[in-house]
């Protein structure tokens, strides 16, 4: 879905959309600050093929800061899925709160209302995903140079639309074309539910950083198998990659939404295998011809709930993991 927004209000739009704080928050959080910062939007063969040029737009972030100021922090980029920073549950908010408690800041974007978009749940060819890959980028370049944020300990964390972009953005060949112009790098890489299904050129190079990926067994939106051929292929390279699955979770396991509810419109590529070509084109690989959303093999009507069991599973794993990679007392 789509919105018109007059140039002079996106910073406004984006910020103003970024305000409302859950119930709970403030508990460990002693200081909000929200920060615009420049991307473009440009296609997705274009992005591919290291193109530069695209059409400018301004985002911003909610930073939520664990303490008062004293000592650099580490801290978490977190990117919303397609039902914008607000939906389904608004997981982003949730897992704020958790490492927030840990000493971790967030730093929450918006890649949407910048744009004139509110989701793109049944729309997913309205925003050309890869574009969330630089998003996920300019947003580190903004946050490493804030004064109280450790450059070096700045890991990023994205849900199902986002985790694409989380997981896909370790990959070097995209950080040699369009990563951060300050020469910072995520010190890791989590990925909850992550589309798995799109063979990238190149996927086996990826930064000597550790991924970790999560995903539900029941996720009737974005299948694990896909995900677990892409961490065993990545795992044989060498790389420092795992999966980690919950029986019975569905997809948005980790927010606080009701059961089993149906997306009716929600568009899936689940039973899509989807590969990019050597000239930067996103093909179905089945028919070898140029993907879209219109391909036989999208569906609709996935479903999404939380899971108690899984969401609490997964919080000791990835707390865990954060305390080792950011060397936490």
Request: include cysteine; proline fraction near 5%.
């Amino acid at each position: 879905m789509k919105r018109s927004v007059p140039a002079v209000c996106l910073l406004f739009v984006c910020t103003l959309g970024l305000l409302v704080v859950p119930r709970g928050a403030a508990a460990q959080v002693a200081r909000f600050e929200y920060i615009a910062f420049p991307s473009v939007t440009m296609k997705t063969s274009d992005f591919l093929t290291g193109k530069k040029e695209g059409t400018p737009v301004m985002l911003a972030g909610i930073l939520r800061l664990p303490r008062a100021a004293g000592t650099k922090m580490p801290a978490v980029i977190l990117l919303h899925g397609s039902g914008g920073p607000g939906g389904n549950g608004s997981a982003p908010d949730e897992w704020s709160r958790e490492f927030n408690a840990m000493g971790i800041a967030t730093f929450a974007i918006d890649a949407f209302s910048g744009r004139g978009l509110v989701s793109t749940v049944a729309d997913q060819d309205s925003f050309p995903n890869v574009n969330y890959i630089g998003d996920a980028y300019r947003a580190l370049e903004a946050l490493a140079n804030h004064r109280l944020i450790d450059p070096t300990r700045i890991a990023v964390m994205g849900f199902s639309l986002g985790a694409r972009a989380a997981v896909f953005s370790g990959m070097k060949r995209f950080q040699q074309m369009h990563g951060p112009r300050n020469g910072v790098e995520f010190a890791a890489y989590i990925g909850m539910y992550t589309p798995c299904n799109t063979a990238y050129r190149d996927v086996e190079k990826l930064a000597d950083k550790p991924f970790r990926l999560f995903h539900g067994l029941a996720d009737d939106y974005v299948l694990a198998g896909p995900c677990r051929e892409l961490v065993d292929r990545l795992a044989k390279a060498g790389r420092d990659i795992q999966l980690t699955t919950y029986e019975g979770a569905h997809h948005n396991f980790d927010s606080l939404t009701p059961r089993e509810i149906t997306a009716s419109t929600g568009q899936t590529t689940r039973n899509c295998r989807i590969a990019e070509d050597d000239k930067g084109v996103l093909i179905n690989a089945a028919t070898k011809a140029s993907f879209t959303m219109k391909d036989p093999c999208v569906e609709f009507g996935p479903h999404f709930g939380y899971n108690e069991a899984a969401t609490a599973k997964a919080k000791v794993a990835i707390r865990e993991f954060l305390t080792e990679v950011f060397k936490l007392k």
